[in-house]
């Protein structure tokens, strides 16, 4: 699913965010990414999803080297991979039917095609009812459920996730780990980035742990160590 050799990233000004990490995710894997701050997640993630270049190393996502990938070549990337983030990353003047509907929208589906996908990923995250709301109409848990469901209509073998929980409370991050669980027992890959103590010691399932830039730990049954 994803083979990363010998990884390293240099920012600006030689700041080296990864060096030399190598691992490999296999398909239907769930692998939680902790380590403290600054110690290269974000870039990790970064890098899989094509945000940033990478420096040296190589990346291969479902047998596709992306090492140099071309930009023209990124959108269809991002189409083969679910990507959430902290922050939601939801349009304010969308409703939730309306955020999720429009990332086929922009990819040419036909608008009977839309409607079906978009109502089933609002089913698939427990949203139905509250399709007509808009983003600052719904709690953050929901808000991020819409981003979840947004992330899925491609279908894809792979799940990244940068802090989905960093801005909920302990109830809406069980929920939302719930969903994510859900969606990997449906045979989508995680990758999840957390500094969350319990979501990683519940979870039992791998823990890979970064510091300072270096895999220090990559443990399958894993807890977490800092
Ligand atoms: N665009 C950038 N330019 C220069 N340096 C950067 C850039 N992005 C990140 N860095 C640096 O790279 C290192 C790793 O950053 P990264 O964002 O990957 O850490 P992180 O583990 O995600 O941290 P956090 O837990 O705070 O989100 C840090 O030293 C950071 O300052
Ligand atoms: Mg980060």
């Known amino acids: 699913m994803i083979e990363i050799t010998n990884l390293s990233k240099i920012y600006k000004k030689n700041i080296q965010a990864l060096k030399d990490v ?69 349009l304010p003047k969308k409703t939730a039917y309306e955020n999720i509907a429009f990332a086929l929208e922009v990819c040419g589906y036909k608008p009977k095609d839309i409607t079906k996908t978009a109502q089933q990923m609002l089913s698939l995250v427990g949203l139905k009812d509250k399709g007509d709301r808009y983003p600052h109409q719904l709690s953050g848990g929901e808000q991020q459920r819409v981003a979840i469901g947004r992330s899925l209509v491609h279908k894809p073998k792979l799940l990244v996730a940068d802090e989905p929980t960093g801005n909920l409370d302990s109830i809406n991050t ?6 994510l669980k859900k969606i990997n027992s449906m045979g989508t890959t995680v990758l999840l980035v957390t500094h969350n103590r319990d979501v990683v010691n519940n979870l039992k399932s791998r823990v890979i742990t970064l510091d300072h830039g270096y895999v220090i730990s990559d443990q399958t049954h894993g807890r977490y160590l800092l």
């Open 174 to 179: 069980r929920d939302i780990i719930d969903l």
């Open 22 to 90: 190598s691992l490999k995710v296999m398909p239907g894997e769930f692998i939680s990414v902790v380590g403290q701050s600054g110690s290269g997640k974000s870039t990790l993630i970064k890098l899989i999803i094509a945000e940033e270049k990478v420096s040296s190393g190589k990346i291969i996502i479902g047998g596709w080297d992306i090492t140099s990938i071309k930009d023209y070549e990124i959108p269809t990337l991002r189409r083969q991979l679910g990507i959430i983030f902290q922050d939601y990353k939801l």
